[in-house]
């Protein structure tokens, strides 16, 4: 685990939880890190609870479109269909293939 340096990959960044005030949790984020991510002092962040993930977003996901594309060529029905139901769960819309 990291502690400090952000990248651009899954790899854990531990941050502090601190205290401001008597009732808010503040977790900072590198002012760096930040602005790479187009975010300044006044944006909003949005919080999802993952099963024992926290995923912080810069829009809602109403404000993205959610689909994957599942390549059925490479792996058998069931696999395929285990994968696109998986999607679906989780709220994201699979794309049709167009290409027929």
Not at 78 to 87: F, M, Q
Request: without cysteine; hydrophobic residues 30%; charged residues 30%.
């Amino acid at each position: 685990m990291s502690q400090g340096r952000l990248s651009n990959e899954f790899e854990p960044v531990e941050r502090k939880v601190q205290l401001a005030g008597n009732s808010t949790f503040v977790v900072s984020l590198p002012k760096e890190w930040a602005r790479s991510q187009d975010l300044e002092s006044g944006h909003s962040m949005y919080l999802y609870p993952h099963d024992d993930w926290l995923i912080a977003a810069t829009g809602t996901v109403s404000d993205r479109t959610r689909s994957v594309t599942v390549d059925a060529t490479l792996t058998g029905l069931e696999v395929t269909k285990r994968r696109i139901e998986s999607a679906v769960r989780r709220g994201i819309r699979p794309d049709r293939d167009r290409r027929n």
